[in-house]
Structure formats: C-alpha cells, structure tokens
C-alpha cells in the first residue's frame, strides 16, 4: 500500500468521501487517524466519573487495524478496581441525573444525538479502522446508532403510570415507573457504536446511569462516543467507559449490590454465564445473544428481490452480524435458478481494506474467525456439501475470506447447527411449506428469520409459525430504532429499541392512598 504523507491539520478539509474517492487516500490509514487525533475523538484512556483516566497498573491493550494488524492505539487494560470506581461514580450520580425532569433529560440527549450526526463522518472513519467494515456500511451504522438516541430522546418525555380503578371508595391506586439505577452495558466489537446507543439511550432516558464495558477489539468508538456525550451536557459519572480484562470486570459488575441491571449482546455462552451470575444479587437482565437465521426462499418468490434480500441478510458486515441469514433454505422448483442467480451477484463482492472505493466485503475481526470459518466450511464438504463459491481464505492475506457460497448443505452439519459469523452462504434444499418450517425452527437460536414470497396468506402463515423474536418477509434488512428487537428461546432476553425498550430500564412501583374520606 502506497502512504501519503500529510500533515494532520491539512486532512481537516478531507471527509470521509475523499477516502472513498481517492485511491491514496483510501488506502492510507495513518492518514485517517491524524485526522481523527486532530478531530480530538481519537481517544485512548478509560472514562471514570468524567476524567479520564489509566488503569491503576499501567497495563494497556493493543487495538489492531483488523485490514492491515497495524495498532491504531493503546487503551487501559482495566480491571476490578477501575470497575468498581466506574460504579460509585455511576451510583453517586444516579440520584441526580434521576431526579432531573424528563425535559431536561430529554435535552441532553437531543444535544448527544446532533454531535454524533455533526461527526458522523469522523466516527465512521473509526468503525473501519478499528471493526474493518467498509466505510459506508460504518457511515450507515453511525446513522443507525445515532437514531436510537433520537428515539429515546423523546422517549424521555413519555414514561406513563396508570390510573387503576380502586376497589374501595377511601381509596386511590397507581402506578408509578422509576428507573432500575445502575446498568452495567455489555458490548460487542461488530457494532461498536449502535449496540452501545441502542442500550445507553434508553438508560439515560429514563433516569438511569451507566457503566459501558465494550469489546477490546473495538473500544476507540465507545470511547469517542462517551466525549460527545460529555459535551452534550450528560453529566460526569452518568456514562462511564471500562475495558481490558474482560472477566474482571464482568464479576466487579455481577457482584455489586450497587448495579441493578446488566444488558448484554454477544454470545450465547457468555450471555448464560452472566444470566448465572446475576442470580446471586438478583438483577434485571437483557440479553441480546446468537442466532442461527434461516432464510427461506419459497419457489413463488420474486427471484430479484430474494436474492437481493439474501445477499443484504447474509453478507452486511462480512456476516459479522447476530441476525445474518445463517441458513438459506431454498425450495426444489427454484433452487438451481436461486443459486445461480446469488452466485453472480456474489462474484461481484469486492473484498478489501475498507477504506478503499467500492469495497463491500472487509476482514473478520480476528484469526480465530477466521479459523471457525474454514472448521465449519471444512465439516460441510467433508459431510458432502459442495463449495459452489469461495471456500478458502483470500488472496489478500491478514484474516479476509472468500465470500462463499455452499450447496447441498443439509441440517447435519456445523454450518446449519451453528453460528458461523463470516461471509459463507450455506443452501438448504427442501420440498414443502411444512418441511421448510421444521428446518427453520430446529435449532435453540430463535433470533431472526427471513422468508421471500409473494403469496400473501404464506407469508403469514410462516410468519406466526417462526419461533424467532424478528421475521423478515421480502426484506434482507429489517433492524430499525422504532420497532422491538430481540429473540426467543436462547436467543435472549427482552427487548432493545422502540417504546418497548424502554421498559427494560425502569420498574414498577405501586402506590395505594388510602383513608381519603377521612
């Protein structure tokens, strides 16, 4: 790769579409974060009641450019004692932020969600340094973060008791909503800004305060995030920022009286661990956890429409999403015609550095994904899938994949059992409606599902007999700030996004007047 050599003050003047633009600037990433320090969002230490601050060892941990293994920064390796400074910051504050109006609430969030669209292009730049995505899926992201803040912003104003009818006349009965108090936010590296704005939004919202222990892999964002909230006017310790040893700070979080609330997405397996731990001071739990989606193209479906759906569902993000179509299940009477057709749209995936024009495809976030590809990619073959696309590792070296299409994939094998959380595209031949559904639902995920058709009275029928917490019919992309996301089975707990949200932020208290007539 070529390098420019530019001074940080002159790249002001560049945005992020002169990377897309230029091929010397597309490729150089020491440029893109001068520009970033010079921004001032290029942060590098951990945010403890409104200071920032080191881990009290001095240990750091290495945050890699996923496209080229080059370290973009060093962060605090943090651990049980910064965790616990991170809580009675975010306890000590509670009381306050808590006790502000909904308005004024309201406000400071508002405030949030303008700065983080005034440097959408600078955040970007970040999540493709730092995650790998191609810089317009992260500009696209920047916007879908941003819109949680908005929502919840207005939110804020809308937290409604009730009235209920007594059953005596002396007496008055309601109900009242009060936030939980402290949360303990836990995200991953594959949106570093939208999982955390789809959790901190709602908290703030409605009085509570926070505690945000993102991904190692990924923490520059979260951390950029955290400053344009202080300058927004959100209060030091209402947003607390920890990172490093990942254990560590999980049981400081678990084992505080002081925290009320852990909201997580990520694995499976973890989320089950923190569900355990939070047992023994009985918090509220959200967990947003893996998936296994199926999608299913029946043979009456706009074949244009299926695959471009399918293509969307699967390959966003290099298929480093929880809702990706991890099985597509393609009727007999179209299934030829279906692979072909995806399998041209594939071949036109341009795979590369993120930051380079017309890249769509960019690197797994690390080897070991790399290595869980081609185990699960080498389990289908050797169990007599064929690989009709792909199936290897790219020529480009570092952890980039081929994006990859299998065929004759059959509900055996790991890739259909399993997550796979990379660019592979396993098809499902099956006969009937009934079959299709039966495939769908064998699995213990039950987080998203896509089906293609044009029939009307189908799309219902498959909709309702989906065990998944998000169907989508003709539609690849279906994730949005207003509407409920979440899954069944062990896919999780609760819901994130839309008013429904909210509620996993607040409890209910009953109140009982009585001795009116008195």
């Known amino acids: 790769m070529q390098r420019v050599a530019l001074q940080g003050r002159h790249l002001l003047s560049f945005s992020p579409s002169r990377f897309l633009s230029s091929h010397h600037m597309s490729t150089d990433a020491q440029a893109a974060i001068a520009r970033l320090r010079d921004s001032g969002l290029l942060k590098s230490k951990g945010l403890v009641g409104g200071k920032w601050v080191d881990s009290y060892d001095g240990k750091t941990v290495q945050v890699q450019n996923p496209a080229t293994g080059d370290v973009i920064a060093n962060v605090p390796c943090m651990g049980k004692r910064e965790t616990d400074d991170a809580i009675s910051s975010a306890y000590n504050t509670f009381y306050s932020w808590s006790k502000r109006t909904a308005s004024e609430r309201s406000k400071c969030l508002r405030k949030w969600y303008d700065l983080i669209v005034s440097h959408k292009e600078d955040l970007a730049l970040l999540i493709t340094l730092e995650q790998g995505k191609p810089l317009k899926e992260a500009l696209g992201e920047v916007s879908y973060g941003a819109a949680f803040i908005e929502f919840f912003a207005e939110e804020a104003k809308r937290i409604y008791g009730d009235i209920i009818p007594p059953t005596s006349s002396d007496r008055r009965l309601f109900v009242l909503k009060q936030p939980v108090g402290v949360v303990g936010a836990i995200t991953p590296w594959n949106f570093p800004l939208a999982m955390i704005t789809r959790k901190v939004g709602p908290a703030l919202a409605c009085g509570c305060t926070v505690i945000v222990k993102p991904s190692e892999y990924t923490p520059l964002t979260a951390l950029a995030a955290a400053d344009l909230a202080l300058q927004a006017g959100i209060p030091p310790g209402a947003l607390n920022v920890v990172m490093g040893n990942a254990p560590d700070i999980g ?223 003709n539609e690849g992309l279906i994730s949005t700030e207003v509407a409920p996301f979440g899954g069944a089975k062990q896919s999780g707990l609760g819901r994130e996004g839309s008013k429904y949200g909210i509620d996993e932020y607040l409890e209910l208290k009953y109140v009982c007047m009585g001795n009116l007539e008195a």
């Open 251 to 473: 049981d400081s979080l678990l084992q505080s009286t002081q925290v009320r609330k852990i909201t997580f997405t990520g694995s499976t397996a973890v989320g089950k661990k923190l569900m355990a731990g939070s047992a023994n001071t009985v918090k509220k739990v959200s967990l947003e956890l893996g998936g296994n989606a199926p999608c299913i193209v029946f043979d009456d479906a706009d074949l244009d429409v299926a695959v471009k759906g399918s293509l969307a569902a699967k390959f966003r993000n290099s298929g480093q999403t929880c809702v990706c179509a991890n099985r597509i299940l393609v009727q007999e009477g179209i299934y030829d015609e279906f692979a072909n057709a995806l399998t041209k749209a594939v071949q036109n995936l341009q795979v590369g550095n993120g930051l380079v024009e017309g890249v769509v495809q960019g690197p797994l976030i690390n080897e070991a994904a790399v290595e869980k590809v081609e185990k699960f990619v080498n389990d289908a073959t050797s169990k007599g899938a064929n690989v009709i696309l792909g199936g290897k590792r790219h020529s480009l070296g570092m952890t980039f994949y081929e994006p990859t299409i299998l065929g004759n994939v059959n509900s055996e094998m790991l890739v259909s059992r399993e997550e796979v959380f990379g660019p592979v595209a396993p098809l499902l031949p099956f006969k009937t409606e009934e079959e299709a559904i039966k495939i769908a639902n064998d699995t213990n995920a039950g987080l998203a599902a896509y089906i293609f058709t044009k029939s009307i009275p189908r799309s219902w029928r498959v909709s309702e007999a989906l065990e998944y917490g998000l169907v989508g019919v």
